[in-house]
Structures are given as structure tokens and as C-alpha cells.
């Protein structure tokens, strides 16, 4: 199944980077998804941010079963913040597809030898193909823009002089 891991090493404190997320993480429905809303280009994930760690995907006007699940984990260092990041398929995408996987498999073996029935081989073989190919279609993509609009937020330096200004006046 498709995974991705990064890390962001940034120059601020967690307490800063936490705002940075929650400034482009508009909470989940009280359903747990969006029917088909217009998406706000300012908070482009779904999602919780809590102090120390983070869950959320991006925001897309449509569905998509093998959307990445971004999770985060925000560790202070001697300079700022290490953002480690987890990126996968929903967890239920991931046992449909393995099942499916694993049914078209135990078919193709039990049809006997090959030489027999290639034909039924060639399908189970290129459902196979045909499934992991709409995975990586659903899943890379939509990866690369959530890394790149995670980054973007997490380094908006906007950010941080709005809670120095904050932390000025208070």
C-alpha cells in the first residue's frame, strides 16, 4: 500500500507551528464528510491539529477512496520544530483493495495450470494491475499537493508575527 514519510525542520517553536496548521485546517463535518461543497482555497485540509500532532487530508470538491491521510507528529529541537510526516490510504481503502487483491490471487490459483486457462489468468492479471494502477492514480498526485501546501504552511512566516504581535500585546 502507498505511503509517504517526510520531515520539515523548522525555525519556530511547536506552539507556532501548531497555529501555522490550524490557520489551514478547517474541522471536520459533524457527518465526518463534505457533500460536495465548494472548497475554501485558505483552508485547503480537513482535519483535527492538536499541540503535539496533527491528522487531516486535503480538501477536494469531489471523492476520492485512496486520498492520502496525513499524520504528523511535531517534535521540538534545539533550533524549532521537526515535523515528521506519515502519509497513507484510509485504512479501509487498504483492506478492500489487499482482500481484492488477495481474492483475484487465490482465483487465478485455483483455475488450475495456466497452460489450461490463460485467458482467466490474463484477467485475474490485469484486474490486478488495473486496481493498483487506480491506487497510485488516487494516491501519488494528491500526495505531491498535500506535501507541497503542508510546507507552505507550516513555513507562512505570517504566522508567526501574528502570534509575536499577539504575545506583544498580551
Known sequence: MPIQSFNLDVRVPPQIVSERLRAVVELPSRLGFRMWSAVDPSHPF??????????????????????PIVRGRLVATPTGTRVEVIMSIPLLSAIFVALFIGVLIHLADNAGPVADNPGFFVVCLGFIVFLVAMVAWGFFPEATKARQLLTRAVFNPTITELQQQSMLDG
Do not use: C, E
Not at 52 to 67: C, E, P, T
Open 46 to 67: 480537513i482535519g483535527t491539529v492538536r499541540d503535539g500532532s496533527f491528522k487531516i487530508y486535503r480538501a477536494i470538491g469531489s471523492r476520492n477512496s485512496f486520498l
